[in-house]
Nanobody
């Protein structure tokens, strides 16, 4: 199993970035992909996932309306479109994957077995 993030960088407040998570080594349709982030000195935070307990995309309240998760199943790639970025969004962003089970939350980071290396997002004020 391999997950490779890309698309991070430096952007001014109010700007946008699109992160990509290219997946390989497993049956994409059987898994959920989650995005997490970790800022210096803070705990890892769940951002979004492709399948929540109902099998639908879901995002945390802190990014709802600004971040959008999407999937290209043909490419086994998940995207995180981030708009209206704020300095508080500065963090290392990780994608992770676990097998999908309907009824199980997608926000619990300890349930994810595989993680990418992370990509840095820095938002300047």
């Amino acid at each position: 199993v391999q997950l490779v993030e890309s698309g991070g960088g430096l952007v001014q407040a109010g700007g946008s970035l699109r992160l990509s998570c290219a997946a390989s080594g497993f049956t994409f349709d059987d898994y959920t992909i989650g995005w997490f982030r970790q800022a210096p000195g803070k705990e890892r935070e769940w951002i979004s996932c492709t399948r929540n307990i109902l099998g639908r995309p879901s995002s945390a309240d802190s990014v709802e309306g600004r971040f959008t998760i999407s999937s290209d199943n043909a490419k086994s790639t998940v995207y995180l479109q981030m708009n209206s970025l704020e300095p508080e969004d500065t963090a290392i962003y990780y994608c992770a994957t676990k097998r999908f089970y309907r009824g199980r939350k997608c926000s619990r980071d300890h349930e994810y077995a595989y993680w990418g290396q992370g990509t840095q997002v820095t938002v300047s004020s």
